[in-house]
């Protein structure tokens, strides 16, 4: 499976960006998909995770302020940022868990400018 990530860009401290990651194909609602994310001089971390459309968790910095959701139908999993911080900024790649292995996207890239 191939998955495409897109929205990230340019945006001041306070705003708003939603990320998508469209799948090349049909994904079962109990894989598990999600964000993680790279900042600069910094390791990855995983950011939020969702499974069967309800299931989710996000990591404490981005709680109350992300929403990560999916829609099965459009093979697609979205992730609605607010009250974005400039430590936010970072490349934020999404994953589908496909039986054990991880399969990414290509990142996108958000800034947020203070």
């Known amino acids: 499976v191939q998955l495409q990530a897109s929205g990230g860009g340019l945006v001041q401290a306070g705003g708003s960006l939603r990320l998508s990651c469209a799948a090349s194909r049909g994904i079962h609602s109990s894989v598990t998909m999600g964000w993680y994310r790279r900042a600069p001089g910094k390791q990855r971390e995983l950011v939020a995770t969702?499974?069967?459309?309800?299931?989710?968790t996000y990591t404490d910095s981005v709680k109350g302020r992300f929403t990560v959701s999916r829609d099965n139908a459009k093979n697609t999993v979205y992730l609605q940022m607010d009250s974005l911080k400039p430590e936010d900024t970072a490349i934020y790649y999404c994953?589908?868990?496909?039986?054990?292995?991880?399969?990414w996207g290509q990142g996108t890239l958000v800034t947020v400018s203070s």
């Open positions: 994953y589908a868990k496909i039986t054990g292995t991880n399969y």
């Open positions: 969702i499974r069967s459309g309800r299931d989710a």
